[in-house]
């Protein structure tokens, strides 16, 4: 790859990771260069505290959430992350852990019209949940309804910032085109969200590398980015956080954090 | 099988089809015989005004919404049966057509909570749904909160009565026991729903003629049942009116009705 067709991003304010990215003139990911990461800086206590500890398949039982909660409690993963209907019960279980509450909204498709996305966040806030995981409606992006999805997200946003509770909008990266995401990115960041979110976890991919750095690229740093969706070992995280991931979704938290400590 | 150890039921009343369900001391499907069809009763218009005719994958877009309510009107579907950001483009399509437009509740899941559920019902029917297919919450129902299912059931069904929308509980049979699917069936009737309904068509399976003769027999005659997910030719759709179904989901009516009267 020559110098002349290429643009040079470099990336030292995450987790003391030094990241290049390498894009054509378009903006595509042509390569990506991760630095050697520093091990301190991803010790138990650091990794753990960037997991949302997941448990959202639907025949999911109470017994199920409960050992979730427990798993949470003697990790001290930075927060769990469950169907609406779960949330009373999770914020009981965590009551005085300082473990947040993580309620998703319009899940998994993000098809639910605007007004049950926000009772359902609404009713997730008054359950105990901190942080709402939103789906996008990606429909009407593939419609070119732009105007529609940013008031989708804009209402729930409006509603949880007025609750102190923050907001992450899962894009489902693997459904969605190069121009999609980008456009997704821009769309969460204008409206005032909090994180861009790669994937469900239930669609037809989940997180990767370059959608991370491209989402990156898009929000740039002040906004967060969660990378969930195929998270299942401590080498996964380690390569989301690297390209500009702060936070990870995943099931595998006990796991990545074991071999975190190996 | 000898005559000692089993029951036996003669449904005669669903378009003049004589089916025989054999069933043991526990009240399990052993064997069906279903009496050769009377084809004059399925004609097109008949079976046509049975069918909901469907699109609920999350990416579809509003050009093929568009293309779904066009078919609609040109086989003359009972229904069309969208995700309720879909219900208003829909009823502004077939103003006036007398065909139904019914909207998914809780879809594909039914994991989100009871208002967020209630919420959806409000705007759905406000946008002109006069039909809901409401997914019941069946990790609750896993975990043997029977209270919770039937509360989450009745709001929607008490919101939906009061604007004389009807209202179809999904089961999602395929992730069910056969005790769990009796148990859905008589909460279903118990809180005043219209119909049970066996599948959103998204999970490990649909439809069978084994389960829809199952919902029949706890339901009892005067409820409706509609058979979902994996209906797809005229022989399928047959079958399951002959077990007892009364409505037809499928995204495969076009087919159907040309089979029907080939």
């Keep these: 790859m020559s110098e002349n067709n290429k643009s040079y991003i470099r990336k030292g304010q995450y987790e003391n990771i030094q990241l290049s990215i390498y894009l054509d003139a378009k903006g ?4 990506l260069d991760l630095q050697h990461l520093d091990q301190a800086a991803l010790t138990r206590p650091a990794i753990t505290a960037l997991i949302d500890h997941t448990l959202l ?8 959430i409960r050992t979730l909660c427990e798993e949470a409690l003697e990790y ?14 999770c914020t009981q279980l965590l009551q005085g852990s300082g473990i947040k509450v993580a309620s998703v909204i ?15 966040a609404r009713q997730a806030i008054l359950d105990g949940a901190c942080e709402l995981d939103m789906v996008m409606n990606y429909g009407k992006l593939k419609s070119g309804d732009y105007t529609y999805v940013a008031h989708d997200i804009r209402e729930v946003v409006r509603l949880a910032h007025k609750h102190d509770a923050l907001v992450k909008v899962i894009l489902e990266t693997s459904v969605l085109s190069e121009e999609e995401k980008v456009i997704a990115c821009l769309i969460a960041k204008e409206v005032g969200a909090d994180f861009v979110k790669t994937s469900t976890g239930f669609a037809s991919g ?16 002040d906004m967060g980015v969660k ?7 401590y080498a996964d ?10 936070r990870i979704g995943t099931s595998s938290g006990i796991r990545i954090v074991q071999e975190a400590m190996a």
């Design 28 to 31: 595509h990911v042509l390569d």
């Design 57 to 64: 398949k639907p025949e999911a039982t109470k017994e199920q």
């Design 76 to 89: 001290q993963f930075g927060a769990v992350c469950v169907n609406s209907c779960w949330t009373a019960l």
């Design 106 to 120: 319009g899940f998994p498709w993000g098809s639910p019209v605007t007004a049950a996305k926000v009772a359902e």
């Design 206 to 221: 989940g997180a990767t590398v370059e959608d991370i750095a491209l989402m990156r690229k898009v929000v740039g740093p």
């Design 227 to 233: 990378a969930s969706g195929g998270v299942r070992s």
């Design 237 to 246: 995280a380690q390569k989301m956080l690297a390209a500009g991931a702060t």
